[in-house]
């Protein structure tokens, strides 16, 4: 095993996908992989030829959960990161992330939005994103904690899913990502995230790199059912119910007074 790190981009009807592939690739400072997976459809123009590009195809879409497994299963890096297909990175993001990371961590680096026309960060007077809690029914949500600006790396108490790092080995070890309990689409990083603090792991925020992220104000270009989201939601609803996953040995409310005063729990 080396220190390689297989970059993830689980990809359906993505219009920006080679602009994250080569975004990726020219800003990486260590020995990297990409492996794009494509749900569904073959981009036009196709992918650029690369040596460090690996390609999945599905003929017919599977949905990001199996996307990402997929994925998984053939990285040979020791280091996993996981990033929408609309992302753009700092230069050597890679090697600071690695850099600072445990067995049992979550990295999520420091984030801000992307203006995919000039492909550069959008600049509007708004703070990057750095927290996010979870509400009562667990949906992830933007926290302003400027009191914790001078913390470069810090725990986190959940994160939006667009972009995370961890050691391969963890994520066997978290049994991720259930498709079953969870559906093929909705809340990847409510699974992630609680079966790693709940279990004993911690998820990390580093503010020493970002990375920018395009929010998709016209829809995803593909219609989600009803049924996948009622799934993803049942598969939250275990963890407020007590019985979120096997390994689990700390209850929600621990995770709750861990980050006290989270918003809305109070009330």
């Not at 600072?100 to 708004?126: Q, T």
């Not at 809340?187 to 020493?208: A, R």
């Amino acid at each position: 095993m080396s220190t390689l790190l297989s970059v993830i981009i689980p990809a359906r009807n993505e219009k920006y996908l080679q602009q994250t592939i080569d975004d990726i690739l020219h800003n990486s400072e260590g020995e990297i992989e990409v492996i794009a997976v494509l749900d569904g459809y073959w981009p036009s123009p196709s992918i650029k030829d690369d040596p460090r590009v690996r390609l999945i195809h599905h003929g017919t879409a599977k949905g990001m959960r199996p996307s990402i497994n997929a994925a998984v299963s053939i990285a040979k890096g020791e280091y996993l990161l996981k990033c929408d297909a609309h992302c753009s990175f700092e230069k050597g993001f890679d090697v600071i992330l690695t850099n600072d990371i445990e067995d049992n961590w979550i990295v999520v680096p420091r984030r801000y939005r992307l203006d995919v026309e000039r492909w550069d960060i959008i600049e509007d007077g708004r703070p990057p994103i750095d927290y996010m809690y979870l509400s009562p029914d667990l949906h992830g949500k933007q926290w302003s904690r400027p009191d914790l600006a001078d913390r470069k790396i810090d725990d986190l108490m959940s994160s939006q899913g667009s972009c995370w790092v961890m050691k391969k080995d963890y994520f066997h070890e978290l049994e991720l990502l259930d498709a079953e309990a969870y559906g093929s689409f909705f809340n990847e990083f409510q699974e992630i995230g609680l079966k790693c603090w709940l279990s004993g792991g911690f998820v990390k925020i580093n503010k020493k790199t970002w990375y920018a992220h395009w929010h998709k104000s016209e829809g995803r270009g593909y219609s989600m059912g009803k049924s996948l989201k009622a799934q993803g939601e049942a598969g939250v609803k275990k963890w407020i119910e007590g019985d979120g996953w096997h390994k689990q040995i700390y209850p929600l409310s621990w995770l709750v007074d861990k980050f006290g005063p989270v918003p809305g729990w109070d009330e």
